[in-house]
T-cell receptor, first 114, second 112 residues
Framework: GAGVSQSPSNKVTEKGKDVELRCDPISGHTALYWYRQSLGQGLEFLIYFQGNSAPDKSGLPSDRFSAERTGGSVSTLTIQRTQQEDSAVYLC????????????FGPGTRLTVT | GNSVTQMEGPVTLSEEAFLTINCTYTATGYPSLFWYVQYPGEGLQLLLKATKADDKGSNKGFEATYRKETTSFHLEKGSVQVSDSAVYFCALSSQAGTALIFGKGTTLSVSS
């Protein structure tokens, strides 16, 4: 079946603008994760959704970052008032959730803030 | 807190050489351990995993053994190929469904 998909693949935005990044997880996966990959910080966890439970937002770097997951499927990561340090590749992953540990990653969205 | 430390790269090898990439971890309890690979221009792919002490994960000729006594999960391959050139990430998950904690990645470059 289809893997995790993300859109757009590339996004260039001006400092101060808001951006939305989208993730479509693998069908049937109840857990969804967002990570950020940057040269200086490596791979960092941002936020995690599991079923209908409240999301784990412990990795969000500031209140400019938020995410939602509609209908237990598609997720959108929103960055408000973007800064240059937000430039990174944003990765989405999904898994079956409780009882399994394997996470399957999408191709990522490369965000460049100018 | 939990953390993963892996050897600094880049690692440069000739084709058919033996590969070891060291990975050690700090975690409470009994984490699951993973190696992910990122080929140039592609996303992260799970390479192998081990979920309990002494388990050996293996895939595509790569192996790693979960050593609780040394808190290690070193990646090995007996004979690397040019197509193995990629960035390798060691990671742990402390319980089912929680976020992965990654090492900083090791770049492997294999020449013919």
């Amino acid at each position: 079946g289809a893997g995790v998909s993300q859109s757009p693949s590339n996004k260039v935005t001006e400092k101060g603008k808001d951006v939305e990044l989208r993730c479509d997880p693998i069908s049937g996966h109840t857990a969804l994760y967002w990570y950020r990959q940057s040269l200086g910080q490596g791979l960092e966890f941002l936020i995690y959704f599991q079923g209908n439970s409240a999301p784990d937002k412990s990795g969000l770097p500031s209140d400019r970052f938020s995410a939602e997951r509609t209908g237990g499927s598609v997720s959108t990561l929103t960055i408000q008032r973007t800064q240059q340090e937000d430039s990174a590749v944003y990765l989405c992953a999904s898994s079956y959730g409780t009882g399994t540990y394997e996470q399957y990653f999408g191709p990522g969205t490369r965000l460049t803030v100018t | 807190g939990n953390s993963v430390t892996q050897m600094e790269g880049p690692v440069t090898l000739s084709e058919e050489a033996f590969l070891t990439i060291n990975c050690t971890y700090t975690a409470t309890g009994y984490p699951s351990l993973f190696w992910y690979v990122q080929y140039p221009g592609e996303g992260l792919q799970l390479l192998l995993k081990a979920t309990k002490a002494d388990d050996k994960g293996s895939n595509k000729g790569f192996e790693a053994t979960y050593r609780k006594e040394t808190t290690s999960f070193h990646l090995e391959k007996g004979s690397v190929q040019v197509s193995d050139s990629a960035v390798y990430f060691c990671a742990l998950s402390s319980q089912a469904g929680t976020a992965l904690i990654f090492g900083k990645g090791t770049t492997l470059s294999v020449s013919s």
